[in-house]
């Protein structure tokens, strides 16, 4: 009965969340993959449209089943205010350092493939809002489900070591459809990441510098490509 009760547990708390973070990204990877073959893949709504499916794939459905975790609340998955004040330096070290290293390296034209995801040749302030906000939406879920649901159950059954290890794989294996650049890139961003959001204890670090990361990825490229006349 014991033994049961320890797989039982051990299959909640870690295979259940792992095989959850495989699922939704392989069901959110086949939704770009069709888009993909669109001609308008790249308009406006179909690029919202797959940053609401990812909301719902790693934000609303993870909440919904938080049930299945024994033990585990919103808060203990890292949604806090516990150690927000400490995390603030974090976040305006790290937001620095990843707008200036895009700054340089969005002049790579390679750099250009994926960004900015909307390709629109006039941009007013409305659109400027929507791109914002739904970035901010599916990188929140996305921080969720990977630095809160993900994590912290690994560190508490596994160790920190397996945890971070486990983490930054499948954190790094979701960005391999747009390159082996994001792959590799993905891999010292995300133990550093993970690193801070267990030192904290919430994701607030973890999101604002993805956020960063996005945004300034996004509006670099837009003024790239408005400056040398060139959408993708």
């Not at 659109?127 to 508490?156: K, Q």
């Not at 954190?171 to 459809?177: E, K, L, Q, V």
Request: hydrophobic letters at 55%.
């Amino acid at each position: 009965m014991g033994t049961i009760n320890t797989v039982e547990f051990f299959s909640r708390n870690i295979i259940i969340p792992i095989l959850y973070v495989l699922f939704s990204s392989l069901a959110l990877f086949l939704i770009i993959h069709i888009n993909k073959k669109s001609e308008k893949a790249k308009n406006v709504r179909p690029v919202i449209l797959i940053r609401l499916c990812g909301i719902i794939l790693f934000g609303i459905i993870p909440v919904s089943f938080l049930w299945i975790l024994p033990g585990y609340t919103i808060s203990q998955l890292g949604i806090n205010m516990d150690k927000f004040a400490g995390s603030l330096i974090w976040i305006v070290i790290l937001g620095v350092l990843l707008v200036s290293m895009n700054f340089f390296l969005i002049r790579n034209p390679k750099s250009l493939r994926n960004y900015p995801q909307i390709q629109k040749e006039s941009w007013n302030f409305n659109l400027v809002l929507i791109n914002t906000l739904s970035w901010a939406g599916y990188l929140f879920a996305y921080e969720f489900m990977f630095r809160g649901l993900l994590l912290f159950p690994l560190v508490n059954h596994l160790g920190v070591v397996a945890a971070i290890i486990i983490n930054t794989i499948l954190y790094s294996a979701t960005h391999f459809y747009k390159g082996i650049q994001e792959v590799i890139g993905a891999i010292p961003l995300g133990i550093v990441l993970c690193l801070l959001t267990i030192e904290y204890g919430n994701i607030w670090i973890a999101f604002f510098a993805h956020l960063c990361l996005a945004l300034s990825c996004e509006y670099f490229a837009l003024f790239r490509q408005q400056k040398t006349g060139n959408l993708l």
